[in-house]
């Protein structure tokens, strides 16, 4: 079984910039970002597959956000930039044990999430 702990979350202002990091305890190979908002469904953020060279954005962060891995580390890490009111909810990392990306929340593993909250 494999843990996933996310930190960097916090509140920011609107135009502002954070970064989420996720340390996973053992081998994964896609790893992925979510979030859910008060009253909404988990929606898909981001992936990157283990070689770090195929990353996937939701439309609505594309431009703004980064996901980036370091395997040696076993570490992913969101970095969100121009981040919106609209960007506030708990972020959650997940990990699958395929190479395959998924945008669904059919993923192997999860975080306990991060808040990230941001003020107009």
């Known amino acids: 079984q494999v843990q996933l702990v996310e930190s960097g979350g916090g509140l920011v202002r609107a135009g502002g910039s954070l970064r989420l990091s996720c340390a996973a305890s053992g081998r994964t190979y896609v790893m992925g970002w979510f979030r859910q908002a008060a009253g909404k469904e988990r929606e898909f953020v981001a992936a990157i597959k283990w070689s770090g060279d195929s990353t996937y954005y939701a439309d609505s962060v594309k431009g703004r956000f980064t996901i980036s891995r370091d395997n040696a580390k076993s570490t992913v890490h969101l970095q969100m930039n121009s981040l919106k009111p609209e960007d506030t909810a708990v972020y959650y990392c997940?990990?699958?044990?395929?190479?395959?990306?998924?945008?669904?929340?059919?993923?192997?593993?999860w975080g306990q999430g991060t808040q990230v909250t941001v003020s107009a």
């Open positions: 997940a990990a699958t044990r395929i190479n395959v990306v998924i945008t669904t929340t059919r993923y192997d593993y």
